[in-house]
């Protein structure tokens, strides 16, 4: 896939759940069956709590099809 394919997609399945691009994207890194440790920064409280609420947030490779 293009990378902005992707972007579409991921929009997309934001809408859909109803989280913001920025859960899904963090989501799906972590939920690789590697380790990850995404780096985060986030200049307000807002970003913060939604960056932290990925953290419950699985997606799996049925996002990459």
């Known amino acids: 896939l293009k ?4 972007v579409y997609i991921g929009e997309d399945i934001a809408k859909i759940n109803e989280h913001t691009t ?3 994207a963090l989501g799906y890194l972590l939920s690789q ?7 985060i920064g986030s200049p307000t409280l807002k ?3 939604e960056s932290c609420a990925a ?3 699985k997606y799996g490779s049925a996002v990459e099809a």
């Open 3 to 6: 990378q902005t394919s992707r």
């Open 22 to 24: 920025t859960q899904v």
């Open 33 to 39: 069956p590697f380790a990850v440790f995404p780096m």
């Open 47 to 49: 970003q913060l709590k």
């Open 55 to 57: 953290a419950v947030l």
